[in-house]
């Protein structure tokens, strides 16, 4: 294939930053233009609905946002960035999305709104997340976040007063309860004690809430007994509307290092009286709900930021490219290039194998969500770090060209992507493994193959449905499985034989794993530092287990790319490397291969996933 970026600077009619779309590709469009597929056209009804296809609503919102590049493009890098500077909210992207209608995304299908499934959500997401990160989270998807406690145990009138605020343009914020490890969003928490007459009095404060100060809508997380547990807390829903007694204050607006044009801002509540009709599910179920409906933001934050490192991967390849002879990076960028996009794809494989067990096994996905969480923050800094070295000095570029990525790495941590965020889902994944040691590893039957068709037809996402107990690992089974049958494949030659090392690699780790667990303390000692290393290597073997499903699930299909081992033989081997095992000898066609898919895709402004959609950069 080709590997060759077109469109070089002072080519007439071609963008002075970026390579020239290639022909049949959709190109980035004049702002103010009506949202499309194409520019003055409308969609097909129900185009995008196709197994694999992008979804139509994806395809418009690429198409409205623009080329980023664009200077005089409202949407684009430089108005971004500005507003970042200016900790402001940007109000012209803002209004666009209203206009797009992309909040009815967050409401299900059942309740007027367009949510159907999370793997079709996270597509028409990544356009924004592309663009900006505090974008993404500003302008509503934690309103998805608070919501979908209620989606998932609300009675049917709070679901509807809920959906028609979100379709009528209304947010809805989240007041977290505090967690261990707590940064300043999970800090502090509310108390609701029994008010004389029924209901409750909630009191306390919290001094970083997304959104607190442009709604007056909120799902809170609050204390409802003294004593710590699995009962302590309870979720309430105030609004909308203002309280109809009480005090509640919002304080001065909170500065954040990162998400600076996200507004954070205090919010104190005193003696404001609930009706028992705020309670949300049953009196104690808080904790519950929490492990229930936060499996929503542990496959959803992943399979979107992963948006946002591409386009940090995309500038780089640029800078590697930039007066270079036929546009090609020097050799010592070949592997950090071809290796970070060869990440993204498995981060990919991992995030979307998540979301499609949400609507396939609701009830199975437990752990997996809170692996995806896991493990990919890591993989994805461990990225940008990288990438770093690719743009040396551009990397502090404040610009529309580079700015992005030290934007992105302050942006990280405070979206969720920090210590706090992997310390829930260590907390979810630790007590687990003396179990999974002994009754599940190496015994449970493989999923359903559709787990691992990126794009084909799901059943309709059920909140209810989702679960937060038992021992259910969908994935290593499909490792221990992938790996006997690709025993057979080793005669199609060196890559598939490497595939098969590879394999073979990750099974001896699950065999010890196996070993090392089943000796494990009890399920309470869920810190046991022995334990937190295990886990670590643990997510790790389920992140290369998706890649191998992701792998043969495109066997026989058009997708040449995904279809070939090489992707999955590179991104096999750097998640060996991180395991600390000695990979087999990679045939060097890997390399060049993911290498010139990158260049490729770079070169005709697809995406940088699985899914190779166009994209207007």
Known sequence: MSAVLTGAPGTPGAHPHKPTPAPGTTPGTTPGTTPGTTPGTTPAPGAGSVPGAEPARAARLEHALGDPFDPGNPHGYQALLQADEDRAVPEATEALLAASGLAAEFVPHHLGGGLTDLERLARILRPVFRRDLALGYGFGITSLFAASSVWTAGSPEQQHTLARGLLGGGRVSIVHREVAHANAILRDELTASPAPGG??????????????????TFVAYARTSAHNGPDSHSVLLLGPGPAAAGTVRRTARVETPGMRGARFSGIDFEAVPLPATALVGQRGEGVSLALRSFQISHCLIPGTVLAAVGSVLRQATRAATDQRPGNQPARRWHRTLAGVFADLLACDAMAVTGLRALSLLPQQAYL????????????????LEELSTVLGAR????????????????????????????????????????????????????????????????????????????????????LVAAAARLEGHRRHGPLHTALADLARTFVA??????????????????????ACALVDRYALVMAAAACLGVWEGQAGTTDSFLADPAWAVLALSRIARRLGAAPPQIPADAQSTVLGELLDRCRQGRSLDLYATPVAD
Request: aromatic letters at 8%; glycine letters at 8%; one cysteine or more.
């Open 199 to 216: 209901g409750f009095l909630l009191n306390g404060r919290k001094d970083a809430v997304i959104n607190a100060d442009r709604t007056d």
């Open 509 to 530: 780790e699950l065999h010890t794993l196996r070993t090392r667990c089943a000796a494990l303390p009890p399920a309470g000692a869920a810190f046991d530092p022995v």
């Open 395 to 478: 990397g502090y570029d404040r610009g529309p060209l580079y700015g992005s990525f030290q934007k992105l790495a302050r942006d990280l941590p405070v979206a969720g992507l920090g210590h706090s965020g992997t310390a829930v889902c260590q907390a979810v994944l630790v007590p687990q493994l003396p179990a999974l040691a002994r009754t599940t590893w190496f015994r449970g039957a493989e999923p359903p193959a559709e787990l691992f068709l990126p794009g084909a037809p799901l059943p309709a996402f059920d909140p209810p449905r989702l679960t937060h107990t038992g021992t259910d690992d969908l994935l290593t089974a499909t």
């Open 368 to 383: 997996l969500a809170a692996a995806v969480k896991y493990t990919m923050p890591d993989l994805l800094r461990e990225d």
